[in-house]
Nanobody
């Protein structure tokens, strides 16, 4: 069984920073893309940033220049450094890991971590 667990959410003032971390654990043969999504209250879940197995990062336009995704393939972890946060970025942030586990390919979601940005 493969699990993805996030940590690092919390309350921060507008303009502040937070760092989210995520670890994929279990019977993992290989990790492909790891990423972060967010879901604001009343809105659809959207991609924030992702990093493929080659270490190439992809960002949503609304976070470019402010957020940085990084991964440690030796530990199957990914982090998201978030700077200059805005109140509208309040929401639940989810980590995902696309993995090969046994004979199958899975996209596993974490339970999410709440980020609250106060104005």
């Amino acid at each position: 069984q493969v699990q993805v667990v996030e940590s690092g959410g919390g309350l921060v003032q507008a303009g502040g920073s937070l760092r989210l971390s995520c670890a994929a654990t279990g019977n993992i043969l290989r990790v492909y893309t790891m990423g972060w999504y967010r879901q604001a209250p009343g809105k659809q879940r959207e991609l924030v940033a992702s990093s493929n197995s080659g270490g190439n990062a992809k960002y949503a336009n609304f976070v470019k220049g402010r957020f940085t995704i990084s991964r440690d393939d030796a530990k199957n972890t990914v982090s998201l450094q978030m700077n200059s946060l805005k109140p509208e970025e309040t929401g639940v942030y989810y980590c995902t890991a696309e993995v090969q586990a046994g004979p199958g390919y899975l996209k596993v979601w974490g339970q999410g971590t709440l980020v609250t940005v106060s104005s």
